[in-house]
């Protein structure tokens, strides 16, 4: 992989980063999302980096969270994408099987669906779930989504982790997905963050 010593950098970045915040932060999950995505648009003009994904995520550790604002209940249903043929489609499962139901997709566009989607959806966890000690079993939010990690600092170290074993194995789903560094990239880690134990 030709980005290989920038991922590395940024695996090594995020750690730091992660070491800074750990027992010092105290925002939700929830708070956490809501500054991420004031981050993201700040930089959505930026060419995506793996060094700008560091910056994003330190920055988020800082940003005051914004509003939920009920118009993003239009993300309450999850995506799935994949990069066929040289460019981003959208895909729905229908009668048994994944169609392109949107072929050209903006990677922006993913990366924005992607953190929308989960700020609905974290928001449908109830808290007697989160506080329950088998939550790291899994806690289903309703919307067919799964969440396996409830705290900024678990959910980073969860999505680099699991970029990292993704990457072991170059015909993984992910792997692919990491192949090229763009928003869609950084929606894949997003992804990971929620749903790698």
Known sequence: MSDAPEIQEFWSSVADILNNHEGNYKNSLEDH???????????????????????????????????????????????FWDYENGSYVIKEHKNGKWMVSRK?????????????????????????????PQSFFGIDSGTGDTWYNFAPIDYWSCAI?????????????????????????????????????
Not at 113 to 129: A, G, M
Not at 185 to 195: I, P, T, Y
Request: charged residues 30%; hydrophobic residues 40%.
């Open 33 to 79: 999302l809501l500054s991420l995505w004031v981050v993201i648009e700040k930089y959505k003009k930026r060419q995506p980096s793996y060094s700008l994904f560091s910056t994003i995520i330190n920055e988020a550790f800082d940003a005051q969270p914004c509003k939920f604002d009920k118009k993003w209940l239009v993300y309450e249903k999850n995506i």
């Open 104 to 132: 050209d997709a903006n990677d922006f566009e993913i990366l924005k669906h992607t953190i929308l989607h989960q700020i609905v959806d974290f928001r449908k966890l109830s808290p007697e779930k989160l506080k329950d």
């Open 161 to 197: 982790r699991g970029m990292e074993d993704h990457l072991k194995s170059p015909v993984s789903l992910y792997a692919i997905r990491f192949s090229k560094c763009t928003w869609a990239a950084f929606a894949a880690l997003l992804s990971l963050g929620k749903d790698y134990e």
